[in-house]
């Protein structure tokens, strides 16, 4: 951690930290510790949102963010950061405006860019630690393995749909005894296609407030050493029942990075690794444009929805609705005789309907909606609503 | 009769069942139950060679299976198994 022996406060700060100050346990010396503290937060959305206004508002001296993303309306149902004035504009600095209003006395850095193999080591090396948010595996991996290489802690944190799991990775105790890190808990990613992704599975939009806030109550943990941070363990929490587990993890000797006989010296292609890059048969597509020219023109096809019941009931463009999940079963509801036009929320589900229909069935005659009914209503339909 | 705790992204595959009642004598035994009882579930637990998947963790009470005696970790009628797989959202 940085040195905080020669930190001071100016009286504003002073009156600002007050409730931290005096917790016999925190005390000034914790609260020059964060002064003094950098960390850096990868991911500004659901996770990073909570985290970035607790830490800031704490006082984390410097506090860097990584994001290259833009403020989308989506995003507002949990992204607690932004609000409907910062749709359209760059996620940081949208954060950093909201941010630097909630403490002016702390210094934000911001990074416009994209976490990757090649500037990872290079902006993470000036922090003290990162707390990862991100929301994909080559990135949650690319954080851990640059952490590690970089023997700093990672606060991690993930969510998906009603569940929630928090866990200091690769943090170094007072006897230089290091924790476990994330390929010590997931030593492989699941192969694509098998997990639902983001678009598909969805979230509840307070459940990133309260895992982003656990994040930041650890990140604030170890800074300061107040406290057990939670290394070793992983905590789950499942919104839906209201049940929280701590399990016990460890290191294993197969750790690729830091196990016995360690193979990974070096960051790698995280998209390779994580199997993203493996060829996929080609689909064929259908721009928007095109069909609509082809509804226009009256031409013979069969259009078919893989979305689910929910999606399609918000909004539809009159297709025959097959979600994803039963196509085989309803595979002779396919039409082998005229086109068939098949589209989901952005092209990705009709893709795997259409391999699955060709592959098992033979169809020839199949085509994905480019951009999936979010495209369509862009390009053709802007009145209907997007989702 | 253990119980095992499912989550969330794969009760879809188990009725939306959260917690099932499982006898069995080992971990292998429960998993292979688990997957007679709900085929769908097999894919995401298992993978080509029967094995339990690298990104499955199973932990008998609060301890990571890999930690005891893997798949032939004993079950007690009283043991509470948890699955969890990782998940990778922070939806940014």
């Keep these: 951690m ?41 991911g500004s959305g659901g996770l990073g949102s909570p985290a970035l206004l607790y830490l800031a508002a704490a006082g984390v001296g410097t506090i860097g963010i990584v994001d290259f993303d833009v403020v989308d309306d989506s995003n507002l149902q949990r992204q607690i950061l932004f609000g409907v004035e910062a749709v359209g504009t760059p996620k940081v600095e949208a954060a950093k405006a909201r941010l630097q209003a909630l403490n002016p006395h702390i210094h934000i850095i911001l990074h416009n860019t994209q976490l990757t193999s090649k500037n990872a080591l290079d902006i993470l090396k000036d922090y003290d630690l990162v707390a990862d948010g991100t929301d994909n595996f080559p990135t949650r991996y690319l954080v851990n393995d ?89 905590y789950m929490f499942d919104a839906l029942n209201f049940e929280s ?57 069969q259009l078919v929805d893989v979305r689910e019941q929910d999606e399609y009931d918000f909004v539809n463009i009159g297709a025959e609705l097959i979600p994803l999940g039963t196509v085989a079963a309803n595979a002779d509801k396919f039409s082998r005789d005229v086109k068939v036009v098949v589209h989901c929320k952005m092209g990705g589900r009709s893709a795997k309907a259409i391999r699955e229909l060709e592959e098992k069935f033979g169809f020839t005659n199949l085509y994905n909606l480019k ?17 | 009769m253990a119980t095992v705790i499912i989550p969330t992204p794969l009760r879809k595959f188990t009725n939306n069942t959260a917690r099932l009642d499982i006898k069995a004598d080992t971990i292998e035994n429960t998993v292979h139950e688990l997957t007679l009882n709900f085929p769908d579930l097999k894919k995401h637990l298992l993978d080509d060679k029967g094995q339990i998947r690298s990104f499955v963790n199973i932990f008998v009470g609060n301890d990571d299976i890999r930690d005891l005696q893997q798949g032939k970790t004993p079950v007690q ?10 998940i990778a959202g922070g939806f940014a």
């Excluded at chain 1, 800074?223 to 992983?234: A, Y």
């Excluded at chain 1, 690729?256 to 080609?282: H, R, S, W």
Aim: hydrophobic share 40%.
């Design chain 1, 245 to 301: 587990r701590t399990f016990n993890i460890s290191r294993r000797e197969d750790n690729p990075l830091n196990g016995k006989n360690p193979t990974i010296t070096a960051l790698i292609d995280y998209e390779q690794f994580c199997g993203m890059k493996a060829v996929e048969k080609p689909v064929k597509e259908i721009s928007a444009r095109d069909l609509y020219d082809w509804q226009v023109k009256g031409e013979a096809f």
């Design chain 1, 371 to 387: 951009g999936g009914i979010l495209g369509y209503i862009d390009e053709v339909r802007p009145e209907l609503s997007k989702y």
């Design chain 1, 146 to 234: 640059a952490a590690v290489l970089l023997g700093k802690p990672n606060i991690y944190a993930s969510i998906f749909q009603f569940e929630g799991q928090v866990s200091v990775f690769n943090y170094t105790n007072k006897d230089g005894v290091v924790g476990p890190n994330y390929r010590d808990l997931y030593p492989t990613p699941p192969p694509p296609g098998l997990v639902p992704s983001c678009a598909e599975g969805g979230v509840l939009g307070v459940l990133p407030g309260i895992i982003g806030s656990l994040q930041a109550l650890e990140v604030i943990k170890v800074i300061t050493g107040v406290g057990e941070p939670l290394v070793g363990r992983f």
């Design chain 2, 77 to 86: 009628t009283d043991t509470v198994i948890s699955i969890v797989p990782a």
């Design chain 1, 2 to 42: 940085s040195n905080h022996s020669n930190i001071t406060f100016s009286k504003e700060e002073l009156a600002r930290y007050n409730r931290h100050i005096i917790i016999p346990e925190f005390g000034l010396e914790a609260q020059q510790k964060l002064k003094a503290a950098k960390v850096l937060i990868v």
